[in-house]
């Protein structure tokens, strides 16, 4: 969060003394979660050719943790998902692992991790952090 500072100057008038007061601040806006969506690395989505994968990466997006990543779905999770995309498990399966195969998606089972060179929510130093690694 950036630092703002007002520098106050009084004079009295009496003695005409001059005094200066630094007051520093942060202003805190409230925003709404969002997912960034890198436009140097958008091959692999661009080779997406179902709908219902993009969908699968977008649920995944917004189930992903703050700046790492990492999508957990245990079984009543994966339900849910399920049952917000209308779709089989079978047919989720087949998303996850044709997204695993652009390289969107890594990972195995429920422990998944959305590729932060395509997709990231989080702050741009965390994803700089996760790239490094």
């Known amino acids: 969060m950036t ?3 007002n520098v106050v100057e009084t004079i009295d008038r009496d003695t005409g003394e001059v005094t200066k007061v630094k007051n520093t601040f942060r202003i805190k806006a409230r925003n709404e979660p969002f997912c960034m969506i890198l436009t140097q690395h958008t091959d692999a989505l ?4 179902r709908g219902r994968d993009f969908h699968v ?3 995944l ?5 703050y700046n790492t990543g990492k999508v957990f779905l ?12 209308g779709m089989k498990s079978q047919h989720f399966s087949n998303s996850i ?5 652009l390289g969107l998606v890594t990972g195995t089972g429920g422990d998944l ?5 395509s997709l990231w929510k989080g702050t741009t130093d965390g994803r700089d952090a996760k790239l490094k690694k």
Request: glycine share 0%.
């Open 61 to 65: 997006a917004e189930l992903c943790e």
């Open 97 to 101: 692992t044709r997204l695993r195969s």
């Open 3 to 5: 630092r703002y500072s």
């Open 113 to 117: 991790e959305l590729d932060a060179r």
């Open 74 to 85: 245990p079984a009543d999770r994966r339900q849910q998902v399920l049952q917000k995309l």
């Open 46 to 49: 661009y080779r997406i050719t």
């Open 57 to 59: 990466l977008l649920v």
